[in-house]
């Protein structure tokens, strides 16, 4: 199998990824889509900067070399831009199981450490359960740090001789043995959420890297292409913060007149990166243009301006919230750029997925991937509410039905609905 070019990830990095990609995800539970529903993320850039200038997004990065996306719609394909995993045709292409019915599943998950996880993995449950699937095991580690433990439940799950496996990584490049390991077991997986990166698993998860150079070419396009700005780092090492940071990048690329001034670590906690910007603020009187971060600490970085005296700058912000969508809606002159991710429709997309590959509907490609759904000022007062606390740090789920409808899903299959 051929490896990706990608950074490879430490042991504790990765673990900690339970407590940084999750909360990039969002956190709100958003009541169930009905199935065929409309809709659809799309990638539409935050900007409308010329292709090559400051403020536009990066084309044609989608990591293809065997061409596997000429097979969805161009604005599917988009929707892969900057995502670092290489494409590859599903092993399980060709699959359908002997079974017209009573499936069972595994279920390995995380400990519900994050509401979003909480939200999705009950969402994953729900669903199952709906569809007349046996739960025959649901496991999760005691915290998001114990990768041992979640491997060694994996393994339990594999025993168990399930239908097909649900599974949510701690660690996604150990987890590439065990999706061999349930291939060889003629195990269908599903990777709810942290993508893996083989073609033994079909992987349902959101583009961060595309999104977070989204509600960047926003940001710095709101200032014109030039100025200064700080960057708010995430967990150092992970991959939240490493797909973030390659989505930033992508933008800077183009903008030689925006200087970084500064950088902190906010580890994906709004109080935390609200101290750290503080800190930075009071060495730095003269504040900054714009802030560009990692994700979710939106209200905590605006926070911390207001409380040093200082006007927001524009902030990018992946991961928005309830409060600062509601902050944004309060100052209509502020140019606001953040994104949504329902986790209820999440949960039930993942499933949706493993029922295909069980029926012999055929994935084409072993990563569906969505975009996410960007907000701007254009369709701010559509997902959020004025009359939310500013400071609520409760996610901004949007509409359940902008994640992967029935009909984009379709897409996906070789032949849906067989």
Same mark, same amino acid.
């Given at each position: 199998?051929?490896?990706?070019?990608?950074?490879?990830?430490?042991?504790?990095?990765?673990?900690?990824?339970?407590?940084?990609?999750?909360?990039?995800?969002?956190?709100?539970?958003?009541? !169930? $889509?009905? *199935?065929?529903? /409309?809709?659809?993320?799309?990638?539409?850039?935050? @900007?409308?900067? +010329?292709? =090559?200038?400051?403020?536009?997004?990066?084309?044609?990065?989608?990591?293809?070399?065997?061409?596997?996306?000429?097979?969805?719609?161009?604005?599917?394909?988009?929707?892969?831009?900057?995502?670092?995993?290489?494409?590859?045709?599903?092993?399980?292409?060709?699959?359908?199981?002997?079974?017209?019915?009573?499936?069972?599943?595994?279920?390995?998950?995380?400990? !519900? $450490?994050? *509401?979003?996880? /909480?939200?999705?993995?009950?969402?994953?449950?729900? @669903?199952?359960? +709906?569809? =007349?699937?046996?739960?025959?095991?649901?496991?999760?580690?005691?915290?998001?740090?114990?990768?041992?433990?979640?491997?060694?439940?994996?393994?339990?799950?594999?025993?168990?001789?399930?239908?097909?496996?649900?599974?949510?990584?701690?660690?996604?490049?150990?987890?590439?043995?065990?999706?061999?390991?349930?291939?060889?077991?003629?195990?269908?997986?599903?990777?709810?959420?942290? *993508?893996?990166?083989?073609?033994?698993?079909?992987?349902?998860?959101?583009?961060?890297?595309?999104?977070?150079?989204?509600?960047?070419?926003?940001?710095?396009?709101?200032?014109?292409?030039?100025?200064?700005?700080?960057?708010?780092?995430?967990?150092?090492?992970?991959?939240?913060?490493?797909?973030?940071?390659?989505?930033?990048?992508?933008?800077?690329?183009?903008?030689?007149?925006?200087?970084?001034?500064?950088?902190?670590?906010?580890?994906?906690?709004?109080?935390?990166?609200?101290?750290?910007?503080?800190?930075?603020?009071?060495?730095?009187?003269?504040?900054?243009?714009?802030?560009?971060?990692?994700?979710?600490?939106?209200?905590?970085?605006?926070?911390?301006?207001?409380?040093?005296?200082?006007?927001?700058?524009?902030?990018?912000?992946?991961?928005?919230?309830?409060?600062?969508?509601?902050?944004?809606?309060?100052?209509?002159?502020?140019?606001?750029?953040?994104?949504?991710?329902?986790?209820?429709?999440?949960?039930?997309?993942?499933?949706?997925?493993?029922?295909?590959?069980?029926?012999?509907?055929?994935?084409?490609?072993?990563?569906?991937?969505?975009?996410?759904?960007?907000?701007?000022?254009?369709?701010?007062?559509?997902?959020?509410?004025?009359?939310?606390?500013?400071?609520?740090?409760?996610?901004?789920?949007?509409?359940?039905?902008?994640?992967?409808?029935?009909?984009?899903?379709?897409?996906?299959?070789?032949?849906?609905?067989?």
């Amino acid at each position: 199998m051929k490896k990706t070019s990608f950074p490879r990830f430490t042991t504790v990095g990765a673990a900690i990824l339970g407590a940084g990609t999750l909360v990039l995800t969002g956190c709100s539970a958003s009541a !169930p $889509a009905a *199935p065929g529903s /409309a809709g659809g993320a799309t990638p539409g850039p935050a @900007s409308s900067a +010329a292709a =090559g200038t400051c403020g536009s997004l990066p084309t044609g990065t989608a990591n293809d070399p065997n061409g596997l996306l000429a097979g969805v719609p161009k604005e599917i394909a988009a929707g892969y831009n900057l995502y670092p995993y290489e494409i590859r045709k599903s092993a399980w292409a060709d699959y359908k199981s002997k079974k017209t019915d009573g499936f069972t599943a595994g279920i390995v998950g995380m400990p !519900p $450490a994050s *509401p979003f996880i /909480a939200s999705m993995s009950e969402a994953i449950r729900s @669903s199952l359960k +709906a569809n =007349g699937v046996k739960i025959v095991g649901d496991f999760a580690p005691d915290d998001p740090s114990n990768v041992p433990l979640q491997l060694q439940q994996f393994n339990e799950a594999l025993s168990l001789k399930p239908d097909v496996i649900i599974y949510t990584a701690i660690a996604p490049e150990p987890s590439v043995d065990l999706a061999k390991a349930a291939h060889d077991a003629g195990i269908p997986l599903v990777a709810a959420q942290i *993508p893996i990166d083989s073609e033994y698993a079909v992987s349902v998860t959101r583009n961060t890297p595309l999104a977070v150079a989204q509600v960047t070419a926003g940001t710095v396009g709101a200032l014109g292409g030039k100025g200064t700005v700080l960057r708010v780092e995430g967990i150092p090492g992970i991959p939240a913060s490493t797909f973030a940071n390659l989505g930033i990048d992508a933008v800077l690329d183009n903008c030689p007149e925006v200087k970084v001034t500064g950088s902190v670590t906010g580890f994906f906690q709004p109080a935390k990166a609200q101290a750290e910007v503080q800190k930075f603020l009071a060495t730095n009187p003269a504040g900054v243009d714009a802030v560009l971060q990692a994700g979710t600490m939106g209200v905590g970085i605006r926070s911390a301006f207001e409380e040093s005296g200082m006007d927001v700058p524009p902030i990018a912000d992946d991961g928005s919230s309830h409060g600062f969508s509601s902050w944004a809606l309060a100052n209509p002159d502020y140019p606001f750029f953040g994104t949504t991710t329902p986790s209820v429709r999440t949960g039930e997309a993942v499933v949706d997925v493993a029922l295909r590959i069980l029926k012999g509907e055929g994935p084409k490609i072993n990563q569906i991937v969505e975009p996410s759904v960007i907000v701007s000022r254009e369709n701010l007062a559509k997902v959020a509410d004025r009359s939310w606390d500013h400071n609520d740090l409760t996610d901004l789920a949007g509409a359940p039905e902008d994640y992967l409808p029935t009909d984009r899903l379709n897409e996906f299959f070789a032949h849906p609905g067989k």
